[in-house]
């Protein structure tokens, strides 16, 4: 299978997930309070095309009982979401016919403020239940990796005009102590941190970020990379070098002239100088040696390198699971973090929203049980807290205008919430066509 189709075949799998549990939160919750649901569809039916649905005549002779359901279940043909159409409630549909009509007590508008909340809130609910448990399946089954932050940095173009150098060991960020060391660039983005405490050398320095730059922070991957020292591990016996005087623990300090304290300088050379024979510094214990060296054909030299390993952490059932709590509870608490940058323009971090295509991107390009379980609970949180915005046509949306009214003691008119609706949708239609068109510049570029 190639891999766009793969990818193309988890985006749709963990979507498809990801509305049905969240669209069954509602569905739920309505039914608990005998609220009729009209209709439950996997993606929209637009115009009323539909790719399934349990009312079409073939699935009623399958299955004569299907006469009886109050609800039509389906499938609709733009992949752009879900919905459960609860009725007496004024959603996604905009049908505001039957509102003309007198109130039913199994419709939505008749039931109490506390229990509309909860019709509304069972599909949040349901996102973030799902990302703990699939985050504690997670810990239990794989563990946890992370790298300690003790490793210097090397640092691209935007790292040094930031202020950081090579070689710099990221100590605080303002009064905050970075332990992840491959969560450093998110950190400094999410935190819009004003200082840096770095370790350069011997010298404790104080950085201060520009935060004009803080949109290229959260556009430019790649900012910090672990400056590893080039140290042989061993030497691949289909190696070019695999007869050389190069042996395991020797660094490579210099190549053809250059200096290559670190891995990074030393493939800047090698892929300048594919094939060829180059003059390298060895150092080996207190001795530095010179050394000559082939390059292959892909300007590698054949040979293992020691990486500093990363960090694994087991857990046991009962461990993971408030380990899987804190874990999701970091994960919201960091996507809402992305949010504000995403809120504040002078950041440019509104470049980075995505739609299908950015979200493909992200799956791998062969089947990972680990990779997709992570990615799904990920998706899960940002389905959840979108979801939870105080937007109208957003579940957050109409919880503003339950809680209102729990306060209050005044429900908001249909009309008011009519209106509320196609302000939120059209808020939303511009954010779709924000994220298809960062897809399509990123594609372009």
């Not at 002779?61 to 004024?90: H, N, V």
């Not at 190549?255 to 990074?264: E, F, N, R, S, W």
């Not at 040696?289 to 009962?318: C, E, K, W």
């Not at 990615?375 to 919880?399: E, F, K």
Request: proline content about 5%.
């Amino acid at each position: 299978m190639s891999p766009v189709l793969l990818k193309t075949l988890q985006v749709i799998l963990a979507l498809s997930s990801l509305i049905l549990i969240h669209e069954a939160g509602h569905f739920l919750w309505a039914r608990i309070f005998k609220i009729r649901v009209d209709k439950f569809f996997l993606f929209f039916d637009i115009g009323g095309v539909k790719l399934f649905s349990t009312r079409m005549g073939w699935f009623r002779k399958l299955i004569p009982a299907s006469e009886r359901w109050e609800t039509e279940y389906g499938i609709g043909w733009l992949p752009l979401g879900g919905y459960c159409k609860i009725a007496g409630m004024i959603d996604e549909s905009m049908d505001t016919e039957a509102l003309k009509q007198p109130p039913q007590p199994w419709e939505f508008r008749t039931k109490p403020a506390w229990q509309r909340l909860l019709v509304m809130s069972g599909g949040v609910v349901n996102n973030f239940i799902l990302a703990i448990l699939l985050f504690i399946t997670i810990l239990a089954v794989w563990g946890d990796n992370y790298m300690p932050n003790d490793c210097p940095v090397y640092v691209n173009e935007l790292g040094e005009e930031l202020g950081f150098r090579t070689g710099d060991r990221i100590l605080l960020m303002d009064n905050y102590k970075p332990e992840d060391f491959l969560s450093l660039q998110a950190d400094l983005a999410r935190r819009q941190v004003e200082k840096v405490t770095v370790l350069r050398g011997t010298d404790t320095l104080t950085l201060y970020m520009d935060q004009s730059l803080m949109g290229a922070v959260v556009n430019t991957p790649g900012l910090f990379d672990i400056a590893l020292p080039f140290v042989v591990d061993s030497i691949m016996p289909s190696s070019p070098n695999y007869a050389s005087e190069l042996q395991a623990g020797d660094r490579i300090v210099g190549l053809d002239g250059v200096d290559t304290p670190y891995l990074q300088d030393a493939r800047k050379v090698l892929q300048a100088r594919p094939g060829e024979r180059l003059p390298a510094a060895v150092l080996r214990g207190e001795d530095t040696l010179a050394i000559t060296l082939q390059s292959d054909s892909l300007g590698m030299l054949g040979v293992l390198f020691r990486n500093p390993s990363l960090q694994h952490r087991t857990y046991s059932v009962l461990e993971s699971v408030p380990a899987g709590c804190a874990l999701a509870w970091n994960s919201v608490s960091g996507y809402l973090q992305d949010l504000r940058l995403v809120a504040t323009p002078s950041t440019g971090a509104y470049k980075s929203v995505g739609s299908f295509v950015a979200i493909g991107q992200i799956f791998p390009s062969a089947w990972d049980w680990h990779q997709f379980l992570y990615i799904l609970a990920m998706l899960s949180i940002m389905l959840g807290v979108m979801n939870l915005l105080p937007i109208p046509g957003l579940d957050g949306g109409h919880i503003v205008f339950c809680l209102y009214e729990m306060l209050t003691g005044r429900k908001p008119s249909d009309r008011f919430l009519t209106v509320a609706q196609l302000i939120g949708m059209a808020l939303l239609l511009l954010l779709m066509f924000l994220a298809f068109g960062n897809d399509i510049s990123r594609l372009i570029r």
